[in-house]
């Protein structure tokens, strides 16, 4: 299978109706002069090419924030058919390419979620290089070089026009209808590829060395920082349903005017509320907002016995810029947990 | 092809067969199912019982065998148990499972076995003792104890009193409050779970099964430790909301292990280092 292509970004808006041909594509949108949301885009001109980190992660396309699974009437309940319909995602950083892949596991973990799988079948993955901000730590989450996976098209910014890596035969069959512009790789392209993704590499101002980083959670978890900066927590749940890896839901019926039929739907929810790990006779296992907040990190920085196995930040700083008392400061706080 | 998979969160029918409150606020419902899953619940594991239009809720398997017949205990406490006080003969409701590891009946094989139950705890536990007893002869000494706030909260007292005529199983019950009007179908002392526990034949290699309201795990634990039971013999049935059942939704988290997997039976030894498995406020 060839697998790096190439084509000028004269012509983008030929590609972008390539993506159209397959399905609605869902891409960056600015929604205001700091952030930008995956929303459907119907011309090139809307799309935020320049967007880094938009305000939900793309997980909201396959695990919607609200989603009816069952639905039950007088004549019984059968599960809700999810949309299928084929679609694109356009412009995914490898960050968010990484937090897929996470959540990817654990939902299609035995017994496989039937809603999340089937959106993600019928949804084409088409990726985009990024440079940094300040608040990016994907390099020291292990997750920020060029991806090699996770993807079906994946887009470098070489400048001029755009390096393309195919990732599955469905993104190499989008590709074939357009070999009239959409070139192989020539070796200088390839060169740029690589001088990109090693450059990149150098633009971030942030980060730190992750890889003792689950061993430093284990032997400072009373680190007095956990409870300085936790007691500040409002837990207002912004950095869960922020992550691109945190999965938890609640489900919840909704039940129609007469009484007779309704809706059994999964919505959001996270660790950070204060009623998440509360019991029958009133017990709650996390009941203060320092005990929720290192309960969240060690999930993302140590890892759970979940089908992940493994620390779920991907380094992505969404907790960070949407955290209102700014105690979400990783790359900060793991260099101070390390001792440096 | 995706379309056609199956949600793991639909649940089966179920037709409630009977309700029957067996002491204040608690019932005991059979539910009628033909999904075969079922039948293969076992004791210390649970179901998820889902009244459609009120939400759902796990409950434990308290029957020691389950055929096409599913025993539920129930105490009225929420807003899924009290509807589900209110049920009528022949009312469906969605069931899914069983799920998690129960007690470790094979491992129990050949060993004396004490079970430890307070309140509502007690429910998880007469699945065990009914396998146990239905399977007498594999088991060796049979202890059970069982510490309830008053007399007349005390659950399956029918169950008791056919028990107490029997020679292979000990009861040791007992009562915070034991006011001398209150009559009692089997004896029972005055004190906590943890009184008759003190008297209760005990040996360093029994295996214990405990389940009670959480505030009842660090004294029941304290005890049998300056008893010389190992951590190892120690199953405790820990409390949590699982809202789903199949490892998703997080909300059964002990630490980093998941409940409704790793559990909801744990070994003791195997919650050391997990701060927040038997503590809570």
């Not at chain 1, 098209?153 to 993104?171: I, M, R």
Request: aromatic residues 10%; proline residues 7%; glycine residues 8%.
């Amino acid at each position: 299978m060839q697998r790096c292509f190439y084509f000028a970004k004269a012509d983008f808006p030929r590609f972008f109706e390539l993506m159209r041909s397959f399905g609605p594509v869902h891409a960056p949108v600015a929604v205001s002069s700091a952030s930008s949301s995956f929303m459907p885009v119907s011309g090139v001109d809307q799309i935020n090419m320049q967007a880094l980190r938009t305000i939900l992660p793309p997980k909201k396309l396959f695990y919607p924030p609200q989603e009816p699974l069952v639905s039950f009437s007088e004549a019984g309940f059968e599960q809700t058919a999810p949309d299928t319909a084929p679609q694109v995602l356009f412009g995914v950083h490898p960050c968010d390419l990484a937090g897929l892949a996470i959540l990817d596991k654990i939902f299609v973990a035995h017994p496989g979620d039937a809603h999340y799988m089937s959106r993600r079948q019928s949804t084409l993955v088409v990726g985009l290089s990024c440079l940094p901000d300040p608040n990016c730590f994907c390099t020291s989450m292990g997750c920020g070089g060029a991806p090699a996976r996770g993807f079906d098209l994946f887009l470098t910014d070489l400048d001029k026009g755009y390096f393309v890596q195919v990732g599955t035969p469905a993104g190499l069959s989008l590709l074939s209808p357009a070999y009239e512009y959409i070139r192989p790789a020539k070796t200088e392209q390839t060169d740029q590829y690589k001088e990109f993704w090693q450059k990149r590499e150098e633009c971030f101002v942030s980060g730190f060395q992750g890889d003792n980083l689950p061993a430093i959670m284990d032997v400072e978890s009373d680190h007095p920082m956990w409870q300085e900066l936790g007691s500040r927590c409002l837990s207002c749940g912004n950095c869960v349903m922020v992550c691109p890896t945190c999965y938890c839901f609640d489900m919840v019926d909704t039940l129609s005017l007469s009484g007779t039929c309704g809706e059994r739907c999964r919505q959001w929810d996270g660790c950070q509320f204060n009623g998440f790990a509360k019991v029958a006779g009133d017990f709650n296992f996390r009941a203060t907002a320092v005990e929720r907040y290192k309960f969240w990190f060690r999930h993302k920085l140590h890892g759970f016995e979940d089908p992940y196995g493994d620390k779920t930040c991907v380094g992505c700083g969404r907790c960070r810029v949407s955290c209102p008392a700014d105690i979400d400061r990783i790359v900060e706080m793991v260099p101070r947990l390390a001792g440096k | 092809m995706s379309a056609t998979l199956k949600s793991p969160l639909l649940p089966t029918c179920g037709t409630l067969r009977s309700i029957e409150e067996i002491a204040p606020d608690n019932f005991l419902y059979r539910f009628k199912f033909t999904d075969k899953t079922l039948s293969s619940c076992m004791p210390g594991q649970f179901v998820q019982l889902w009244l459609p239009g009120v939400g759902e809720s796990a409950i434990s398997i308290c029957s020691g065998k389950t055929g096409d017949t599913l025993e539920l205990l129930i105490r009225r406490v929420g807003r899924v148990t009290t509807s589900a006080a209110k049920m009528t003969e022949g009312q469906i409701v969605g069931l899914r499972g069983p799920f998690g590891r129960g007690f470790p009946v094979e491992h129990f094989r050949g060993k004396s076995v004490c079970m430890v139950a307070g309140g509502c705890g007690v429910a998880p536990l007469r699945g065990l003792w009914q396998y146990l007893l239905d399977h007498r002869c594999d088991y060796d000494r049979l202890t059970l104890v069982y510490g309830m706030r008053r007399p007349s909260d005390m659950l399956f007292a029918r169950e008791f009193k056919e028990m107490a005529k029997r020679k292979d199983i000990d009861l040791l019950l007992s009562s915070e409050n034991l006011p001398p009007e209150d009559k009692t179908v089997v004896p029972m002392q005055h004190g906590m779970v943890t009184a008759v526990l003190h008297s209760a034949p005990l040996a360093p290699d029994y295996q214990i099964a405990v389940c009670g309201p959480p505030v009842m795990y660090k004294f029941v634990v304290r005890d049998l430790r300056r008893r010389g039971v190992p951590d190892e013999n120690m199953w405790l049935s820990l409390e949590r909301h699982m809202k789903c059942g199949i490892g998703k939704c997080g909300h059964c988290f002990v630490s980093g292990k998941l409940s409704c997997q790793c559990g909801p039976v744990f070994r003791l030894d195997e919650l050391k280092g997990l701060p927040e498995a038997i503590e809570c406020e």
